[in-house]
């Protein structure tokens, strides 16, 4: 059952890996220059991440991770559904026929509403 829930949120959790990477980057990132001295002290940033000291350093190594691992899972996706509607807006059954694995395939990936999508168009097209 979760990875069906992870199946159907991969966008969303994508997404918020993103976001999460970016914050912990800038955040820590800010504490890394200002304590090697090249900025001065910004006191509303300094609130953000006092609080975790010399681990700072390793929450910016994590939160490059998730800006890149975030990123690829978005581009992937995002990749994913285009080809999808590609597939699925194709007007010839011999097409659709040929690309019948590929789009079992990335319907699968991308979740429930993509199958159910999938199943429609095969009925339509009466292909078993």
């Given amino acids: 059952m979760a990875r069906r829930w992870l199946r159907n949120h991969k966008l ?5 890996l993103f976001v999460v990477g970016w914050y912990m980057s800038i955040t820590s990132g800010y504490w890394v220059i200002q304590r090697a001295e090249m900025i001065g002290k910004d006191y509303r940033m300094e609130y953000l991440t006092a609080w975790a000291g010399n681990w700072n350093y390793w929450i910016l190594g994590i939160g490059v991770i998730l800006i890149f691992a975030g990123g690829w899972y978005l581009y992937d996706i995002i ?9 699925m807006e194709t007007e ?3 097409k659709f026929k040929e ?3 590929d789009i079992e395939e990335i319907a699968y990936k991308l979740g429930d ?3 159910e999508r999938f199943e429609t168009k095969k009925r339509e097209w009466r292909i078993k």
């Fill in 12 to 16: 969303m959790i994508a997404f918020i």
């Fill in 99 to 101: 690309n019948l694995r």
């Fill in 92 to 94: 010839s059954k011999k």
């Fill in 113 to 115: 509403r993509y199958v």
């Fill in 79 to 87: 990749r994913k559904r285009r080809k999808f509607e590609e597939y």
